[in-house]
């Protein structure tokens, strides 16, 4: 049987298969598209992502866990933290949401710049990004409108993140009710229960007998 195209020629195969549809059914690029943000959208969903690598686990902070957090456009909050969870996990239901608490998620992602589909990053595939040794990656996935588009902002643990996604990312924790952990967490409590209970049973009796008169029959 002769083989027409070898494996390097797949992802052109792919790419112009694209092109030729783009072509004649039309397709909408979304760093083109503008987002009516006047108004919190009826299908709004969002979706954080928190990967770790291996160096950069078991982190305090809320924000620097690797976790989920999923708002769904029915007002549920689904979130969780863990290793195995990735891009494409859904995590259990943690809340149900007021409509003020999503039009507040609408209006801060408006405040720190998330909107701006412009500047989005989609021609990454989230599914697929792996953090390195140090390295902690944010993906911020938003659906609004009928369109799709996501952020990917990666540092090392050395680093200071970007603000904008910090705040963001620690919002959804608060809603979450998600905390920062103590730094002696670790170390062992010890509780006050007050004074020693048997304390009285380990000492000499307090009294003393008197010196008997004997009794003479």
């Not at 643990?157 to 998600?178: G, K, N």
Request: aromatic share 12%.
């Amino acid at each position: 049987m002769t083989r027409w195209f070898g494996r390097s020629a797949v992802p052109f195969l792919l790419s112009s298969v694209v092109a030729l549809t783009c072509t004649f059914v039309g397709c909408t690029d979304v760093r083109t598209a503008r987002v009516d943000s006047s108004k919190t959208p009826d299908d709004l969903s969002v979706d954080v992502t928190i990967l770790t690598g291996i160096s950069a686990k078991d982190l305090p902070q809320a924000h620097l866990r690797q976790g989920k957090f999923t708002v769904l456009s029915d007002g549920s909050l689904r979130s969780d933290y863990g290793d195995s969870l990735n891009f494409l996990t859904r995590p259990a239901p943690t809340r149900w949401l007021y409509q003020s608490q999503i039009d507040g998620i609408w209006k801060l992602a408006r405040d720190e710049g998330w909107l701006e589909t412009s500047a989005s990053t989609i021609d990454v595939w989230p599914g697929s990004l792996r953090p390195s040794k140090n390295e902690i990656i944010y993906i911020l996935f938003f659906h609004a409108d009928g369109m799709d588009w996501w952020f990917v902002r990666r540092f090392q643990t050395s680093d200071i993140p970007d603000p904008h996604a910090v705040t963001f990312v620690r919002s959804l924790c608060a809603l979450a009710w998600s905390t920062d952990r103590s730094p002696d967490r670790n170390l062992p409590y010890r509780y006050d229960f007050g004074p020693n209970p048997y304390e009285g049973f380990t000492k000499a009796p307090p009294w003393s007998f008197a010196k008997s008169t004997p009794v003479k029959p």
